[in-house]
């Protein structure tokens, strides 16, 4: 059995009466969530990178952004630093896999030059054009990232396959069915998660949380404007809930979360 842990890499905050039609007013905190997974074989497996402590070199758009969604990041909470603090030298990171593209997910990007990324279809789509509304800054990448070793997730990269009655369209990340890469549509172009040994999906923003999935139906028309494909993102949701339901642990980006072991 591998092992997958959780990281804080940074946080924001939101008014999440502002978010959802009969919820009560409050300010809830939203935790950017790094998960590392040990293969047995000795590969690790990075999901999102979490917020930049670097400044933010992203003009107008970032300005705007960082107004919306403030994010609260200190230095011990890059993700270099909190993987070094946990005995795990960054460069034994062999992959790093991006759900989305958005700020909170790819602001530790720069910190892994030996990895190789992998990238849905979508997500290349998004930095041949990045658009405001798409919330993707090409400015918090690094200048290496275009050479950077990749792996693209194709249409035909994913095969349709049923987990615990299920249909999920996945891919098998190291060849041996511990490590799903699973199409989870809507939130932006080519959001995808990550199922762990059949007993954990990473869900990125596929929710705003786990306990927020059912929310979804009520979100209010400005929030859901902005997702990429809101009718796509409602489906997910459905999944997401049966997936919870069937038994597997569903784990949002931004869930706080008790324990930093995940599969233990
Ligand atoms: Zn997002």
């Given amino acids: 059995m591998g092992r997958l842990r959780h990281y804080v890499c940074g946080?924001?905050?939101?008014?999440?009466?502002?978010?959802?039609?009969?919820?009560?007013?409050?300010?809830?905190?939203?935790p950017a969530g790094v998960f590392l997974y040990d293969a047995d074989d000795g590969r690790r497996v990075l999901f999102d990178t979490g917020y930049a402590t670097a400044p933010w070199h992203t003009g107008w758009r970032g300005r705007v952004y960082r107004r919306?969604?403030?994010?609260?990041?200190?230095?011990?909470?890059?993700?270099?630093?909190?993987?070094?603090?946990?005995?795990?030298?960054?460069?034994?990171?062999?992959?790093?896999v991006l759900s989305h593209l958005h700020p909170d997910h790819v602001g530790g990007v720069r910190r892994f030059p030996e990895a190789t990324f992998v990238l849905s279809e979508?997500?290349?789509?998004?930095?041949?054009?990045?658009?405001?509304?798409?919330?993707?800054?090409?400015?918090?990448l690094p200048e290496w990232f275009a050479r950077a070793e990749r792996v693209v997730l194709h249409d035909d990269a994913f095969q349709s396959t049923t987990v615990d009655g299920v249909e999920l369209r996945a891919h098998d990340l190291l060849?041996?069915?511990?490590?799903?890469?699973?199409?989870?549509?809507?939130?932006?172009?080519g959001h995808v998660g990550a199922l762990v040994e059949s007993r954990v999906l990473l869900a990125g923003d596929a929710a705003w949380g786990h306990d927020?999935?059912?929310?979804?139906?009520?979100?209010?028309?400005?929030?859901l404007a902005i997702q990429h494909d809101a009718g796509r993102y409602m489906a997910t949701s459905t999944?997401?809930?049966?997936?919870?339901?069937?038994?597997?642990?569903?784990?949002?980006?931004?869930?706080?979360?008790a324990s930093t072991e995940l599969l233990g």
Avoid: Q
């Fill in 11 to 30: 946080s924001t905050s939101h008014e999440l009466g502002a978010v959802f039609r009969g919820m009560a007013a409050g300010r809830r905190e939203f």
């Fill in 68 to 96: 919306l969604l403030p994010p609260n990041v200190a230095a011990v909470e890059d993700v270099a630093a909190r993987l070094t603090a946990d005995g795990v030298d960054p460069a034994s990171v062999t992959h790093v």
């Fill in 122 to 140: 979508g997500h290349e789509r998004t930095l041949r054009a990045p658009r405001v509304r798409t919330g993707v800054l090409p400015g918090l």
């Fill in 175 to 189: 060849g041996d069915g511990s490590y799903l890469i699973v199409d989870l549509p809507g939130h932006a172009d």
């Fill in 212 to 223: 927020l999935i059912d929310a979804s139906s009520r979100m209010r028309w400005l929030p």
């Fill in 239 to 257: 999944v997401l809930t049966h997936l919870a339901g069937a038994g597997i642990r569903v784990v949002c980006s931004h869930d706080p979360l």
